[in-house]
Each structure stands twice: as C-alpha cells, then as structure tokens.
C-alpha cells in the first residue's frame, strides 16, 4: 500500500532510542471446533495521572459461538505478552446469544488493576450486561438493561475511578458511569425519535467525557458521524462530525490525558478511505479540525480500522531520567480481487504487512491491543509487544489469528546523551500567534527543528543547518496556521527530544 500515513506517523520522544519492529507470521490463537468472532482488548489506559506501563499480561474477549448459543469468553498472554495462554475462561455460560464485548481496564495507584467487562445478551429481546474484576476476581454477570427495549452495541472506556459506558437503546445513543460500584442512571446523548443511530463511541479527554456515533442521513440511507460532550449542564447538543459521503465505524485513539484522535471509515467517492481529526476539550466543546484523509489509497476498496496511540513514561533505573515515546500502531481489512486480507503496520511505515493465509480464506474484523513491557525491561530486555488479532475461517469455522510486534527500544544501549544537550518549553504556550523556542548545544552539531501537527504530518522546518555551541533561539509566527495541539522535535546528534505546545487564536 502506498502513502499510508497512521496517526502520530513520528515517533515523539525525549532521550534517545536505537528501535526497529517486526510483526511475526500469522499464528491461530484459539482452538476448538467452535466458532470465535468479535475480539476486544482491554483498554490499557492510565487514572490519576498515572501512565499504565503496560508491566502486565493482556485480556482479550470474544464472543464464542457453540450448541446455539455464544458466551463471552477471555484469553490472557504469557511470558509477557509473547503468546498467548490455552486457557479459557468463561464468564457467560447460558443458553443466550451473548456478543460484542467491550472492555476496560483502570489503573489506581501503583498496582490495583480493575477491569469491567460489558457486552450484548439477546434472549427473549436485546439487553446489556457486565461484569468486574475487583482486581483479585470476576464476580458476577449482571444486567444493566432488562427490559422490553432494545440495547445494542456497548463501549466501555476508564474514567478517573470508574468507567464510562455508552450503548445504542432503540435507535438513541444513552450513557452511563460507574462509581462506587454502581451505575448512574441512564442519561440520553440523543433525544429525537428519528434519525436512528448507531454504534457509539466513548473516550474521556480532560476528565470529560465524549461520544461519537454513526447518524443514518435522511431520506437516504448514508450515514454521518456524530458528537456530543458531557459538559457542566449535561450533554451538549449533537454536532457534526463528518457529513460528506457515507461514514461509518468511528473509533477513539487516545493519546495522553487532553488529546484524541477519532477515526471513521469514509466513501466520499468510490472507494473506502479511513479519515480521521485530532479532538481537545476546552470548557464544554470538542475542539476539532478539518478530517484529513489517512490511507488516501484509490486502489484499496475497503477499510476497517483499527488503532492505537499509547503513550507511556519509562524510567531508567540506569540513567536515572525519564523516557517519553509513542507508538502509533493500526490494522484494518482490506477487500481486494486477491480476496480479503488484515494490514498491519506501526509508527507511518510506508509498507505495511499483510497478512493472507493460504487459499484466499476470509479475514474479518481486526483489532489492536495495546502492548506490554518485558518485566526484564530495566535489565536490558528493552522489547515493547502487542498483537493485531483477527477472524480466519481457513479451518471452516470462524478463529481467532493474530500477529505479534515486537518493538526493540534498545535504551541500554543507546548512546549516552550530554546532559548540557537542552531543549525548553517554548514561550509563551499557549501562544497567539507567535512563540520562541530555545535550545543548548554543548558541541557543534547538525540541528533540525520541525514542528508537526497531531496527526504526525509535518508543518514547517524551523532550522535544518550545524549549529556553534551554546544558546539558541528561533520565532515560529503561526499568524497562517489553525488553532490545536502541535509538537516541535529537535535532533542534534545524539540527542532527540519532542515538546507539545498549544496554538490558541
């Protein structure tokens, strides 16, 4: 695939890293003669203001089809995230069709981990149950809705200490949080009885939360995606996200605590692109830029995407100084004459890896999980792992096939980094229309200066020449440049370093 471009495509860091990532051969991760289908990661994020350091196994639900009916089930990883476990645990077990499980993970202080697990139960009609890791434990499979109304289609996203969950309830988007063990009353993100909408998204930025959703268009029958804000007064009235062409899927991709990028699939011609827009919270607004067109393939029929921005804080027991990276991953499905088949790729690479089977069997439904350090990480192990996982029906029913990344940061062997090497915070941030930015050398080096907006795409080159010892100082005048969130990166040598800094007009 040519010019794909994932979000974030550069790598962000402070310090200096020798790093490289290979994705493994396809291998089947569950086994059996049923059918497994919808997988989800847990959402590896962080509450308090604590980064998840990912220093843990993963979870992966799915629903698994058998004798008429599915139940949600749970695998784990091993050794590190290095492969996966053959131990299955059933958290349903009944006669119903239990599917799409959603699921989240909140981090509290340095190690109590709780996880809630949701998903949709159809019997007799459509409802939405749960159930909670208190962090020794799952403990019981309950009902949020029992009633004769439909409830489809649960995301489930941490919030501070608890969790936010959103659900499609006959054709209206509702929302709910849990606290304290309980949830809240059903609030309604929408209100009218038409159009319908579909397949809601939740993600909290700045301690608010988010939800974006597909709108179906009227009188035809293409879709928008949608928005609203759970502000002081309630939430916001919905507001339009993408409305050219027919969109659908919309995910979250969070990085960090003020920052998200949110990601569709668009056909605003005759073929599937997936686009996307950087999002901030200031007060009670959602502060968005025009979608930008991210795989920008003609030749590529369809998308489903899939991805994750995980930023993590590492401390060097060796050196002593933090560490600060992203890794932007994605996978999606592609349709194609060759028959279907599952991209993968991490950090802007041009050339994804594809993975088709042999005999052209189908491949569905791919996602992403969000990675885990080697526990031998401060002893030199420097390897980061997480895994694309998918559907394959080359066995005649549906499994679970996945690939595993594994990301080599090489921080202990990277070069010692000269303490005098100094990049500042620029002044003022934030900044209208101007700001100064500032940096030490202690010897002469080659410098580039570059600032690059959210979605990794570079904005302008600010010095690109060897630069004397000592202080340095160059304006950057944004008097042409729109509002948000932007990053300026410094290589000298050696030495690397990225700051954020905030255009506000």
Known sequence: MKNVRLLLLTFLFIGSFSAFAQWSAPVQITKGASSDIHSAFVNSEFARG?????????????????????????????????????????????SAMNDF?????????????????????????????????????????????????????????????????????AGQIVFSEFRDSVWSPFEQVTHTLMPVNFLPQVVCI????????????????????????????????????????????????????????????????????????????VGDSLIHHDPGNITNNPSVDDHQFSGNMTPLVI??????????????????????????????AINGEDHPQYFTPAGGSANRNPTISFGVISRNFY??????????????????????????????????????IERSFILRQNYPNPFNPATQISY???????????????????????VNEKNEPGEHSVNWNAQDIPSGVYFYRIVAGNFVQTKKMVLMK
């Open 50 to 94: 604590t980064w998840d350091l990912g220093e843990t196994d993963e979870w992966l639900a799915f629903a698994r089809l058998e004798n008429g009916h599915s139940n949600i089930c749970l695998l784990s990883t091993q050794l590190d995230g290095i492969q996966w476990g053959d131990s299955v645990y059933y958290v349903t077990n009944d």
């Open 101 to 169: 499980p959603s699921m989240a993970r909140e981090f509290v202080g340095d190690s109590s981990e709780k996880m809630m697990l949701v998903w949709q139960r159809n019997a007799v009609h459509s409802d939405i149950y749960y159930d909670y890791n208190n962090g020794a434990r799952w403990l019981y499979s309950s009902a949020l809705t029992h009633d004769s109304v439909s409830d489809n289609s649960p995301c489930v996203a941490p919030r501070d200490s608890g969790f936010d969950l959103t659900w499609e309830r």
């Open 206 to 281: 700045n301690n608010t939360p988010v939800v974006v959703w597909e709108q179906v268009k009227e009188p035809d029958t293409t879709r928008a995606i949608m928005y609203s804000v759970r502000g002081a007064s309630g939430w916001t009235a919905p507001d339009t996200l993408a409305w050219q062409g027919d969109n659908r899927n919309p995910s979250f991709c969070k990085n960090g605590l003020y920052l998200s990028v949110i990601t569709w699939e668009s056909k605003r011609d005759s073929d599937w692109e997936i686009f996307g827009t950087d999002a901030e919270i």
């Open 315 to 344: 401390t060097s027991s060796t050196r002593s100084r933090s560490q600060y990276f992203y890794i932007s991953a994605a996978t999606w499905h592609i349709v194609s004459p060759g028959g279907d088949a599952i991209a993968v």
């Open 379 to 416: 002893e030199g192990d420097d390897a980061y792992h997480f895994w694309s996982v998918w559907e394959n029906n080359s066995t005649g029913t549906w499994k679970l096939y996945g690939s595993k990344m594994d990301y080599v940061l090489g921080v202990n062997d990277a070069p010692s």
């Open 440 to 462: 030490t050398l202690s010897k002469a080096s080659n410098v580039t200066l570059t600032i690059y907006d959210i979605l990794g795409q570079r904005v302008v080159t600010l």
